[in-house]
């Protein structure tokens, strides 16, 4: 089976042939040397200083965004969830069980976010705001300089999941001013789920020495303390934090931009050679990690069996409202012009 999906991906080699040794024990200046390594590494892939705080959780992303919202907001806040598909909904689910409140944009589907939207919201007493830069169910990429500008204008503390657009687009924490950064390991960075990452810059970090601490695994303080020695207050998957670091050490080597730019190119190439006759791709606009296949027969589900079944090509179905109309193709992980080739001739006869 050949992984075209948004995550898990393709793994490379490499990182293959770590997960199959054994799991060392974690409590040693030669495993904190590695994690220690990894904050350093993965600030300087988000553009970040180092004083910013790295939890490194062992769960996944939905785990992140929980924590972040819980440790940075409380009842006394009122939060604004751009919600532009399942992910946006997620948030919203999330503030409701720990009873923050909060309003939604709502953004209907096919819609570009834009200051048109954002204008009905402002000066309305909102604390802060909760965007998935890249909402993984519609493949819709956010403005970032947008959301940035409006959360200056109106004082909000800005919260960003970039689950799915990490190490797919380029991603500036401290130029835009994103006060909170979410992030896993299955997606862009193509390692095995179970890790996930919350980024606070220094401002967040001192407010939320005001909010009272809700949980006890995501208490996020004793993440922090820990990992400047290199550590974590609990069991990390320890494996899936030397894959990680393998990784970023490789992105580090080859350069983050160029890495960027071959997933860039893969984008291009698969969206030049998609036979647009049978297709479309949505108007708004697009994260490199994948692409948004409209079926105009609405025969997604269809088109999604015929490749798993009989060409053993993993594609992202979706559930809900655009299940016949969307298939998600993924272009991240380890996955060759050839492979992609094969899939654009399938696609285009299918
Ligand atoms: C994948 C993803 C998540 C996390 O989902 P999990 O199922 O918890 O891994 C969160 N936000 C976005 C935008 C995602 O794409």
């Known amino acids: 089976m050949t992984l075209f999906t948004v995550g898990p991906v393709e793994m490379d080699k490499n990182i293959l042939e770590l997960s199959s040794q054994q799991v060392p024990y974690f409590r040693t200046p030669e495993f904190s040397n590695i994690t220690i390594d990894l904050d350093r590494l993965l600030k300087k892939t988000i553009g970040t200083v180092s004083d910013s705080k790295l939890a490194i959780l062992t769960s996944s992303g939905t785990g992140a965004m929980e924590a972040a919202v819980i440790n940075v907001f409380d009842h006394t806040d009122k939060l604004l969830i751009v919600n532009g598909g399942g992910f946006g909904a997620r948030f919203a689910e999330i503030c409701a069980v720990h009873n923050i409140p909060f309003e939604e944009l709502n953004l209907p589907y096919g819609e570009t976010l834009s200051q048109g939207h954002l204008e009905q919201f402002q000066n309305k007493y909102f604390t802060g705001l909760l965007v998935n830069i890249h909402e993984t169910s519609t493949g819709q990429l956010y403005s970032i300089q947008l959301l940035s500008n409006f959360c200056k204008k109106n004082n909000l503390i800005l919260v960003v999941d970039a689950i799915s657009s990490y190490l797919a687009d380029p991603f500036e924490m401290d130029k835009y001013s994103i006060d909170v950064t979410i992030l896993s390991s299955n997606k862009g960075l193509a390692v095995a789920p179970g890790l996930s990452f919350v980024i606070v810059n220094q401002k967040t970090h001192t407010r939320m020495e005001g909010v009272a601490n809700k949980s006890f695994y995501f208490n996020l ?67 490199n990690i994948m692409t948004p296949v409209i079926c105009p027969k609405d025969n997604a589900e269809k088109i999604y069996e015929t490749l798993k079944e009989k060409y053993q090509i993993m594609v992202n179905p979706i559930g809900g409202e655009l299940q016949h109309k969307l298939l998600r193709i993924g272009h991240v992980g380890s996955i060759t012009y050839e492979e992609i080739d094969r899939l654009l001739s399938i696609l285009n006869k299918i």
Do not use: C, M, W
């Open 221 to 287: 303080s004793k993440y922090f303390v820990d990992v400047e020695r290199g550590q974590t207050p609990y069991t990390p998957a320890v494996s899936t934090i030397l894959q990680a670091h393998k990784r970023l050490e490789y992105i580090d080597k080859i350069s983050l931009e160029n890495y960027l730019n071959e997933i860039r190119d893969r984008a291009v190439f698969f969206r030049d050679k998609l036979d647009l006759d049978r297709y479309s791709i949505p108007e708004y606009p697009l994260s």
